[in-house]
C-alpha cells in the first residue's frame, strides 16, 4: 500500500517550507506506525527536496519552471489508481477534477477557503473562520478547524509558566525568504543584553554566516542554531516564544509556551490578529514597518506581564488539543483501507 504526496518547499516566498513539514508528519505517521509507504511529487527547490530526502522518502521531481498543465498531466500519471495527497495553492477546479479521476481518492490540505474544489476529501486546519469556509460541493467531505491540526510525533512536555522571562526564541519559518528574522535583530537589539535570545533558523534559511555576521555588528549576543529536529522540546524549554504565524505558531499554542505572532506572508496577518484576540498570542504585527522602540515595547510588556502569559498559555492549550494527527490518519485510512 502506498500514498503519494504532491507538495512544494524551499526558500521561495509564499512557498516556503511549512506544507513540506506538514506532509512529512503525515507521512511518518503512515510508515512507521501503519507501514504504509509514502511517495513525494515535487518541483526541485533544494532545500525541500534535501528535507525529503533526508526523512528516507521516495522523491520524483518536476522542473521548477513546470506550467500547471505539465503539472497536472505528471503527477496524473504518478498516481493513477493510488491515493494522493496534495498540499499546494496552484491547483483550481479543472485540475482538481482531473486528478480526482486518475486516483483512487484524492485529498487535499486547504488553509484557505472560499473556493469551490471537489476532491474526496479536504482537511483545513485553519484556526480563522473566515479561512475555512467553502462553497459545499456534494460527494466531497470537509474537515475544517483546529482539530486537525497535526503536532509532532513526539510526545513534548507541556509548558508551565514561570514568574520571570529569561530565555527567548525567535523562530520564523524553515525558510523566511524575506528575512524577516533579520529584521527582528535590527529592531530587538537594544533589548539584546535583557533577555537569552536564541535564533531558530530552518533547514531552508542559506545566509546563517551573513546572519552570525550581523548579530556580531549589532553585538547582539544570542544563540544561533539550525535544523533542529525537535522543535517542539526546545519551545517546552523557553519562556517566550517569537514565531511566524504557519504550522510552528499552533505547535507552540499546543505545547503553552507564550508567543508573539510576527506574520511573515498575507494570509498569515489574518491569523495573527485571530490569535490576538483570541488572547492566545501578541500579535507584534509587520515588523519591517514598526520602530525598533514599538517592537521592544511590545517584547518587554508581555514579558513582564505574569497574569497575562499565564492566560494566553491557558487558551493555546486550549485551541489545539494535540490529536489532530491521529484525526487526519484515520481519515486517510478510511479511503484507502
Excluded at 45 to 52: A, H, R
Excluded at 183 to 204: D, E
Amino acid at each position: 500500500m502506498k500514498v503519494f504526496f504532491r507538495v512544494d518547499g524551499g526558500d521561495i516566498y509564499s512557498v516556503a517550507m511549512g506544507h513540506i513539514y506538514r506532509c512529512l508528519k503525515v507521512a511518518r505517521l503512515l510508515r512507521d506506525k501503519l507501514k504504509i509507504e509514502s511517495t513525494f511529487i515535487a518541483k526541485n527547490y533544494e532545500e525541500g527536496v534535501s528535507k525529503i530526502k533526508e526523512e528516507q522518502f521516495e522523491t520524483l521531481l518536476l522542473d521548477n519552471d513546470c506550467g500547471l498543465d505539465d503539472d497536472v498531466q505528471l503527477t496524473s500519471q504518478y498516481v493513477s489508481g493510488k491515493c494522493l495527497i496534495t498540499d499546494v495553492r496552484h491547483y483550481k477546479e479543472n485540475d482538481v477534477i482531473m486528478l480526482k479521476e486518475m486516483c483512487e481518492c484524492l485529498i487535499m490540505f486547504d488553509d484557505h477557503g472560499k473556493s469551490a474544489i471537489s476532491p474526496n476529501v479536504v482537511i483545513n486546519p485553519s484556526i480563522v473562520p473566515e479561512q475555512r469556509e467553502y462553497d459545499i460541493v456534494d460527494n466531497t467531505e470537509y474537515y475544517l478547524g483546529p482539530d486537525y491540526f497535526l503536532t509532532g510525533t513526539n510526545v513534548v512536555p507541556r509548558y508551565d509558566i514561570i514568574e520571570n522571562v529569561n530565555n527567548i526564541a525567535i523562530s520564523l519559518g524553515g525558510a523566511d525568504p524575506a528575512r524577516y528574522t533579520e529584521v527582528f535583530v535590527r529592531k530587538a537589539s537594544p533589548i539584546s543584553s535583557k533577555y537569552n535570545f536564541t535564533f531558530i533558523l530552518g533547514p531552508a534559511y542559506n545566509d546563517i554566516k551573513s546572519f552570525k555576521a550581523l548579530l556580531s555588528s549589532l553585538d547582539f549576543k544570542a544563540k544561533v542554531l539550525q535544523n533542529i529536529p525537535d522543535l517542539p522540546a526546545l519551545f517546552s524549554e523557553m519562556d517566550l516564544v517569537v514565531t511566524a504565524g504557519g504550522e510552528t505558531c499552533l505547535e507552540l499554542a499546543y505545547i503553552g509556551t507564550p508567543g508573539l505572532v510576527v506574520p511573515t506572508i498575507e494570509y498569515e496577518i489574518e491569523t495573527a490578529k485571530y490569535l490576538e484576540n483570541q488572547e492566545v498570542f501578541i500579535n507584534l504585527g509587520d515588523i519591517k514597518k514598526l520602530s525598533s522602540t514599538a517592537v521592544c515595547s511590545k517584547i518587554i510588556s508581555f514579558a513582564e506581564n505574569l497574569p497575562k502569559r499565564k492566560k494566553y498559555s491557558e487558551n493555546g492549550k486550549a485551541l489545539i488539543d494535540g490529536n489532530g494527527a491521529k484525526r487526519v490518519t484515520n481519515i486517510i485510512l478510511a479511503k484507502i483501507s
